[in-house]
């Protein structure tokens, strides 16, 4: 700018210049607010509709819950109150594979008997109690846990983890916490949740 130049004009200059940078920023300012709004439709789009990790969205919409019923075996638990630590009826948390603790009701509780095997005379075998004194504290369960999962194509899910016959499971309750094997899973027919 030239020093001769009057008042009113230099005042005049500044204001053309702010008034073309605000329109500018403002123009700016719009494409970013696109952006955004793009980005996050996209992270909508990707949590309800892509599949994770299990083939699960991580966002269930429209998948149907199901009553699930997962029949579970516990070997050689050292307790000697069974009947009082694990109760029908009570409510147990289940981890699958480290995630989140998932909401199930035990249904039945049956324990197994502890045998070996005994060769007779004749050269048969013949299950027969077992005979070591410590082995009265270990017993073999086999537990039926219900609550609410998904079925899809991809298999049956509890939480966002699937669940399948021979996969280990976490089983934590009050007064105890559990490793056990899935054993069976039934859908209850008809169960819409």
């Given at each position: 700018m030239?020093?001769n130049?009057?008042?009113?004009a230099?005042f005049?200059?500044?204001?053309?210049v702010?008034?073309?940078?605000?329109?500018?920023r403002?123009?700016?300012?719009r494409?970013?607010?696109?952006?955004?709004i793009?980005i996050?439709v996209?992270?909508?789009?990707?949590?309800?509709?892509w599949?994770?990790?299990?083939?699960?969205?991580?966002?269930k919409?429209?998948?149907?819950?199901?009553?699930?019923?997962?029949?579970t075996?516990?070997?050689?638990?050292?307790?000697t109150?069974?009947?009082?630590?694990f109760?029908?009826?009570?409510?147990?948390?289940?981890?699958?594979?480290?995630?989140?603790?998932?909401?199930?009701?035990?249904?039945?509780?049956?324990?197994?008997?502890?045998?070996?095997?005994?060769?007779?005379?004749?050269g048969?075998?013949?299950?027969?109690?077992?005979?070591r004194?410590?082995?009265?504290?270990?017993?073999n369960l086999?537990?039926?846990?219900?609550?609410?999962?998904?079925?899809?194509?991809?298999?049956?899910?509890?939480g966002?983890?699937?669940?399948?016959?021979?996969?280990?499971?976490?089983?934590?309750?009050?007064?105890?916490?559990?490793?056990?094997s899935?054993?069976?899973?039934?859908?209850t027919?008809?169960?819409n949740?």
């Amino acid at each position: 700018m030239n020093a001769n130049m009057p008042f009113k004009a230099v005042f005049n200059h500044s204001l053309e210049v702010s008034v073309t940078s605000l329109t500018r920023r403002s123009a700016q300012a719009r494409w970013m607010n696109g952006g955004a709004i793009a980005i996050l439709v996209a992270a909508l789009l990707y949590l309800c509709f892509w599949p994770g990790p299990e083939g699960l969205p991580l966002i269930k919409v429209g998948i149907p819950q199901r009553t699930v019923v997962l029949e579970t075996s516990i070997s050689g638990i050292s307790d000697t109150d069974i009947q009082g630590t694990f109760r029908p009826g009570d409510k147990v948390k289940v981890s699958i594979k480290n995630s989140a603790l998932l909401p199930l009701t035990l249904k039945s509780l049956e324990i197994l008997p502890t045998t070996v095997v005994a060769t007779q005379s004749d050269g048969s075998v013949k299950p027969q109690p077992e005979p070591r004194p410590e082995m009265q504290f270990g017993s073999n369960l086999l537990l039926k846990l219900e609550g609410k999962g998904y079925s899809t194509q991809s298999g049956l899910f509890l939480g966002l983890k699937r669940i399948r016959v021979g996969s280990t499971i976490k089983i934590h309750g009050s007064g105890f916490e559990s490793s056990a094997s899935i054993v069976d899973v039934v859908v209850t027919p008809g169960s819409n949740g």
